[in-house]
């Protein structure tokens, strides 16, 4: 069912991310105030470390090596934690005034199915529409419309997700949505934070 190459592309988004992520934190770290920094920072790593997990678990199997599910089990809800940690962190950043010390409200996660799928979305669109925000401060439209588009994007790749995995067509469809996704994102990172990057 699952090949290596499947396996491997699982990795390709994960990467993206953490590119993203680490371009993120640099661009936006003096933007933010030190509570929404780590915030953010927290969630971005759960995000990455949830997928690193996922993707880690399918090569196990690809390979024949073994069946460690808790690896699969313990991605969603760290990644939809990471997600609404991460989205709230830059909506704090882009409507509250970072310079009096405002946080970013923590939303304490429950059990359940829905309450996850809640989370991730609502901390997707904040990740998106805050960075939308910012690159329209920045007159960056097209950065801003980056970020929208990749959250459709990666809504498109939930919907997939909710699908029959077990056909190996519908792991490759979603993966490379996914893919494309993070690339959309990661160029929109890249546009937002190039004069910090630049100017450091």
């Known amino acids: 069912m699952i090949t290596v ?9 994960v990467i ?14 003096d933007k933010m105030s030190k509570g929404a920094f780590a915030l ?3 969630g971005t790593i759960m995000i990455f470390t949830a997928g690193l997990f996922k993707a880690t678990w399918k090569l196990l199997l690809a390979l024949d090596i073994c069946d460690f599910e808790r690896l699969s089990q313990c ?13 709230s962190s830059l909506m704090a950043m882009v409507f509250f005034d970072q310079k009096t010390g405002e946080k970013a409200a923590c939303v304490v996660p429950f059990s359940g199915t829905m309450i996850f799928v809640s989370a991730m979305i609502l901390g997707m669109l904040g990740m998106c529409i805050g960075l939308s925000v910012e690159a329209k401060r ?4 097209a950065a801003a419309v980056l970020f ?8 498109m ?5 909710s699908k029959d995995f077990e056909k190996a067509s519908m792991n490759w469809i979603a993966q ?16 937002i934070t190039r004069k910090e990057t630049a100017s450091s």
């Not at 991605?75 to 989205?87: D, I």
Request: charged fraction near 5%; include cysteine; aromatic fraction near 18%.
């Open 176 to 191: 490379s949505i996914n893919v494309v996704a993070w690339l959309i994102f990661l160029i929109g990172s890249r546009m």
């Open 75 to 87: 991605f969603f809800p760290m990644q939809s934690v990471g997600f609404l940690l991460a989205g």
């Open 16 to 29: 993206l991310f953490l590119i993203c992520a680490v371009m993120l934190q640099r661009g936006l770290y």
């Open 5 to 13: 190459p499947m396996a491997l592309m699982d990795f390709v988004p």
């Open 138 to 141: 920045q007159k960056k439209t």
């Open 157 to 161: 790749m939930g919907y997939m997700s």
């Open 148 to 155: 929208i588009i990749s959250f459709f994007f990666m809504l």
């Open 40 to 42: 953010f920072s927290a």
